[in-house]
């Protein structure tokens, strides 16, 4: 089956400070990933969908600024996440399909993010 | 819109059966999933349903009624590793973004 990997598994940083999650598909090419966030014992999230090539498009709420998606080739897309701040912390998953199909999601490892 | 009922949480005994029940509402259908999370893991593909009736693959099955919006996962002869967060799924109109609902807790006792 299909491979996403996410990079790092786990960060912790300061406050004010910017990380960045690589989310990489590793046997197949996805024009589009989507990012989530889920926080303790909630759902995921859609926070934005990484296009290949093009801007990333937001979900309502989520700041564009704050959350930076650069989705430079075919594999690769990655998320940083700007002056992060405490209630940044959670846990961030990135997630793609086959090009062309909408089924079933392959989604990376995930990201656990503490920001002190 | 789109919006995803599901019970927040579920306690049944190993070896049992249980029966974990979504309802959907979506301005255009494009199949049903669910996924299988362990806490502090991204989910896993259990099934997905595009069509009505009932699938079975293994301990796992999934129902969809379409005319109901209404879905069910049942996992039969359970154990205690099937405890986690089971998460019913829709893709939005177009099959593009995939919307998650709440998630069900299901905790198995021995």
């Known amino acids: 089956g299909a491979v996403v990997s996410q990079h790092p598994s786990w960060v912790i940083c300061k406050s004010g400070t910017s990380v960045k999650i690589e989310c990489r598909s590793l046997?197949?090419?996805?024009?589009?990933m989507f990012w989530y966030r889920q926080f303790p014992k909630q759902s995921l999230m859609l926070m934005a969908t990484?296009?290949?090539?093009?801007?990333?498009?937001?979900e309502q709420g989520v700041e564009k600024d704050k959350f930076l998606i650069n989705h430079a080739s075919l594999t690769l897309s990655t998320l940083t996440v700007t002056s992060a701040h405490p209630e940044d912390s959670s846990f961030y998953i990135c997630?793609?399909?086959?090009?062309?199909?909408?089924?079933?999601?392959?989604f990376g490892s995930g990201t656990q993010l503490s920001v002190l | 819109g789109q919006n995803i009922d599901q019970p927040t949480e579920m306690t049944a005994t190993e070896g049992a059966i249980v029966q974990i029940n979504c309802t959907y509402q979506?301005?255009?259908?494009?199949?049903l999933f669910w996924y299988q999370q362990h806490a502090g893991e991204a989910p896993t593909f259990l099934s997905y349903?595009?069509?009505?009736g009932l699938e079975e693959k293994g301990r796992f099955s999934s129902f969809l009624s379409r005319s109901k919006g209404y879905s069910y996962l049942l996992l039969k002869e359970l154990q205690m590793k099937d405890s986690a967060s089971y998460l019913c799924?829709?893709?939005?109109?177009?099959?593009?973004?995939?919307?998650f609902g709440a998630g069900t807790r299901l905790f198995v006792k021995a």
């Open positions: 046997d197949f090419q996805a024009t589009t």
């Open positions: 349903n595009v069509l009505d």
């Open positions: 979506t301005s255009g259908f494009n199949g």
């Open positions: 990484s296009n290949e090539g093009s801007k990333a498009t937001y």
């Open positions: 997630s793609a399909h086959i090009t062309g199909t909408n089924e079933k999601l392959f």
């Open positions: 799924a829709a893709p939005n109109t177009g099959g593009f973004k995939t919307i």
